[in-house]
């Protein structure tokens, strides 16, 4: 490699300092206190520039970062782009024209390539363990299967498809667990990049093909992993298409002094063991929350809609309470206890402060009747309950023969 290059140079700083730019504030937001006392500063500072590049340079008005949308495909997220390649490119043309990076540049670039492996490999986990738990790919709900195909986004539809499989599910959640594994290990770095390639590519698919707004974000997922596989690609075509013995060669950079070798291995004993351990009991913590044991589950119709009661359904599933009508607006419900002889305490989503009551109380086998105190309203109802076991996506099942096929 001729590090003497001044292109080459000026590439592995750009490249190299996007990477942490676009990463940041990962490992830190790791590390306990670290937020606090130093990375919120440096991000309030890197919006600031993303603002003002926005505003100032690509003279976007009205123009503002919307906290937490559940969308990494913000207009703030495009604009933060260009203005993390502006300093990129910046910082790198300033370090080359200064003339201190000849023996540098390469050795940086190899150390950046190991942060994207962390940042990919970890990120992947997460999303991996996510898939064996209630959370991203939730199975089939009242709500969802009562809802007409023709009614549902795209990304509903995608998010329906895969939360109906466990098996597929645990499938793609054991995918992204080993290809984060082994990005995170310098011997299994470049299969892990090979894996991890496959497994990005496949969720970047799916995000362009049904409108998922993490785009963005996958992208990068994908483009980290293809450069943590180019200084590779070399022998690695050799070997396969050529079939030429090849050696992938040395795939870390030097470390000459023991006290960073020795912070070196600690920091690695953390990130790959105690991080993804965290994440683990992170999931396995929030489950208690989505999944909470609720007999009363159900979806409850039959019911007429009057100027006292404007939905003709209810929805009861987990911790969550759902009216609604055919083609009218929803009404979302947060389920905070489920008390004796069929009283429920439920809040409005949109205003917590104020909890309703619900009470319901069979009446013969299949007719219930319902009393929802909603503040000073109160409205009563009686009508019918649907379980899941009557809906034709549950019950059909897994079938070894069909003589047929049953598509409905």
């Known amino acids: ?74 207009t703030f997220d495009y604009v933060s782009i260009p203005a993390n390649l502006f300093i990129a490119v910046l910082s790198a043309l300033v370090l080359v024209l200064i003339g201190k990076t000849r023996k540098y540049a390469a050795s940086f670039y190899q150390w950046t390539l190991i942060y994207a492996r962390y940042f990919v490999g970890l990120t992947l986990i997460t999303y991996g363990i996510a898939k064996f738990l209630e959370g991203q790919f939730p199975g089939p709900s009242f709500y969802t299967m009562d809802t007409l195909v023709g009614n549902i986004s795209p990304m509903g539809l995608a998010w329906r498809f895969f939360g109906y499989s466990d098996t597929y599910k645990i499938f793609m959640g054991l995918s992204e667990i080993i290809a984060g594994f082994l990005l995170l290990f310098r011997r299994t770095a470049i299969l892990g990049a090979l894996v991890s390639i496959s497994v990005c590519l496949n969720i970047v698919l799916v995000n362009f093909s049904f409108d998922v707004p993490v785009k963005l974000f996958s992208s990068h997922l994908l483009l980290f992993s293809i450069l943590v596989l180019l200084p590779k690609i070399k022998p690695i075509f050799e070997f396969f298409m050529l079939h030429k013995p090849s050696s992938l060669g040395e795939i870390k950079p030097k470390i000459y002094n023991k006290k960073f070798k020795v912070a070196w291995i600690i920091a690695n004993i953390y990130l790959v063991g105690v991080v993804p351990v965290s994440r683990a009991i992170g ?24 100027s006292n009661r404007p939905w003709n359904k209810l929805v009861l599933e987990k911790n969550y309470m759902v009216l609604q009508s055919e083609n009218g607006p929803k009404e979302y419900f947060n389920i905070q206890e489920i008390k004796e002889e069929g009283e429920i305490l439920i809040k409005n989503q949109k205003d917590e402060k104020n909890p309703h009551h619900l009470y319901i109380k069979k009446l013969d086998e299949n007719q219930f009747e319902i009393l929802l105190n909603l503040g000073e309203k109160e409205i009563l109802a009686i009508g019918s309950k649907k379980e899941k076991s009557s809906y034709e996506l549950v019950k059909r099942g897994f079938h070894w023969i069909n003589e047929y096929p049953y598509n409905r």
């Open 283 to 306: 999931h396995v913590q929030s489950q208690k929350f989505r999944t909470m044991e609720n007999e009363w589950e159900g979806l409850y119709s039959g019911f007429d809609i009057d």
């Open 1 to 74: 490699m001729n590090q003497s290059n001044p292109i080459k140079q000026f590439t592995f700083l750009a490249i190299g300092i996007y990477i942490i730019l676009y990463g940041f504030p990962f490992p830190l937001d790791q590390i306990p206190l670290t937020h606090e006392f130093f990375s919120k500063y440096v991000i309030a500072l890197k919006e600031k520039f993303i603002l003002f590049f926005g505003h100032s340079i690509l003279g976007i008005e009205k123009f503002e970062k919307i906290q937490m949308t559940g969308s990494g495909d913000t």
